[in-house]
């Protein structure tokens, strides 16, 4: 209780509160411009908040990441662009309903489901960080090693178009992590003779060429795409009666939400498309779905903001990234120099609970925003993408070149973003990538740590039930791609032999 | 002189022909072999590391985990050129990016970043945002002055206003010296 007295004290500080109410604004803005997501404003906001105390820095981070997984949802409601990749779901019902003349109910929906998904999601964060960081304290390398393997092979089931090549995205991360003094021999490996390789590639400039400019690349082809808008009028806020008949809904996709955010990988998109997925399935009105159904934009509106949380407990408690926003806000706690797992909650849990009171701030400031100016915020649609993306380009050269100082990471940065753009385009998503390169270092140490304890017999680290535990999740993970797709062959085949009698 | 109804052997041979052209997504196929090769590259360089001292010898050596994880991909690799079938019949397809070819805009931008941050280890870090806020929105069509001129010498003050003066940021000022202070 002492903890979270303190971390919240260290809220309390007037400059810290505005970053956070800064950090919900640009969360806000970001999400609500398609194209520009919560993991890119992160990306960018890295080398602006590196001079920053650890406190004010990561919590600005935080409050970005709900509210910009908010903020998707204004432009899927009223232009049918969501800013986001999570709010995709929300716009199967939100844009229908605003377009038959009730936007201002459809964006106090939304609101609602997001602030009671967020909030669900936090008080789950304050119980369960600390629990699986008591359990975790008892891993050694081995079970880290197998534990960081099955959070690299949840890559398989996050979302993008495919399984294998998000696979193979992850271990191309992986590799790159490799890059520079190997740490126990101090053998260079893959730097060419470049000095500024030897301390490895760092994570920012990657980060920021591969979500900045591999999207703006991508943008610079739909220059002239223009949206219908539906004109916002004021947000109205649901009845009693209808959040009545919602409550089920909203609760569940809370809970939904919150599960898929706390496995590792998983994220706040997979959430939304469950979300929906299960409102639909349990409605009584499964044939409104698609034509404005309150069901349809509460269910994944609660599930998106629901992940955002659950996400940040792996992260804080294990070390492992919940999703592609909070493996960013990882690299930034490495940066600040915090190793983030067990030892950050045992040692420090004042830093921990003012990260979870910046989130419930978020939470509460994204419903006035939501409730008094969500009308604004859709007008940021307006910018023309001619001037916008060249500002992003602009904060993505400086934000790279910051950190050390260095033209080569601004290099670094461009590389990463032509390479990003072109793995886009194949199918190779950039999230898994991310996740391979933050994670990398941790396999690769734990490997080398396990193979020591165990004289370079890999299978002496089967020995521990919990290693066992985690390798078969690790199948059942790789295997479930090829599961879902059986199951669904044969419910097809079921089908069509019931429409042939 | 009348052509002759294909055999049983040609229509089976024509099939065939087809099914492996649909066995083996021809795009894919290239990744594939680019991938492979790659990996190839990168383990014949990890064959050039320095060798390891007598001390770590009983030690995991630097060059076995890159190669578990080349290894890894190679593997991964194996499947992607057949991938697109399975990707199908779950209803996705997955040359709806890749369909059109990438628009001349999107090389022209890539082409003009290149050069701009080439130009960048000379010109400094300021000159080359001027650069950027110019030359990005008039490449893209943007031509009213009005926009253009305000934006491209605004924004690049307001970045190295916060970066240079309130976070103390180092700015290199390149051959011309020019800095925002």
Known sequence: MEAITQGLYLLVDPLNLALILGGVFIGVLVGALPGLSSPVAIALLIPFTITLDPVPAISMMAALYCAGTFGGSITAILINAPGAPPAAATALDGYPMAKRGEPGRALGLATVASVTGGVFSLIIFIFAAPLLAQVALEFRPQEYFALAVFALSMLASISGLSSLRNLISGAVGVLLGTIGVHLTTGVERFTFGIPELSEGISFVPVLIGLFALGEMLAQSQTLDKTFERIKATATKLPSLKELNELKYTILRSSGLGTFIGILPAEGSTVAAIMGYNEAKRWSKKKDEFGKGSPEGIVGPEAANNAAAGGAMVPTLALGIPGSGSTALILAALIMHGFRPGPYLINETPEFVYAIFGAMLIANIAFLLIGLVGARFFSLVTFVPNRLLWPAVFTFSMIGSYSIAGSLFDVSVMLIAGIVGFFMNRHGFAAAPLVMGLILGKLVEETFSQSMIIYDNNFFGIMESPVVLVFFALTIISLSSPLWGLLRKRRATKKEKEEKQA | ?181
């Open chain 2, 1 to 181: 002189m009348s052509e002759s109804p294909p055999s049983a052997n040609q229509s089976e041979g024509a099939r065939s022909e087809d099914e492996g052209a649909r066995l083996f997504h021809p795009i894919d196929t290239l990744i594939a072999v680019g991938i492979f090769i790659f990996v190839g590259w990168l383990w014949y360089v990890s064959s050039q590391f320095d060798a390891v001292s007598s001390l770590f010898q009983d030690n995991i050596t630097p060059d076995k985990f890159p190669r578990v994880l080349l290894t890894t991909i190679v593997i991964f690799a194996l499947f992607l050129p057949f991938e697109h079938i399975l990707l199908k019949r779950d209803g996705r397809d997955i040359d709806k990016n890749r369909s059109r070819p990438v628009k001349g805009i999107a090389w022209v931008t890539m082409a003009a970043l290149i050069a701009i941050v080439g130009a960048g280890f000379y010109i400094g870090t300021l000159l080359m945002m001027f650069a950027i806020c110019l030359v990005l929105p008039i490449l893209w069509g943007e031509r009213r002055l009005k926009y253009i001129v305000p934006f491209a010498i605004g924004f690049p003050l307001f970045v190295a206003f916060i970066f240079q003066i309130l976070l103390g940021v180092h700015f290199d000022p390149g051959v011309f010296n020019v800095s925002f202070n």
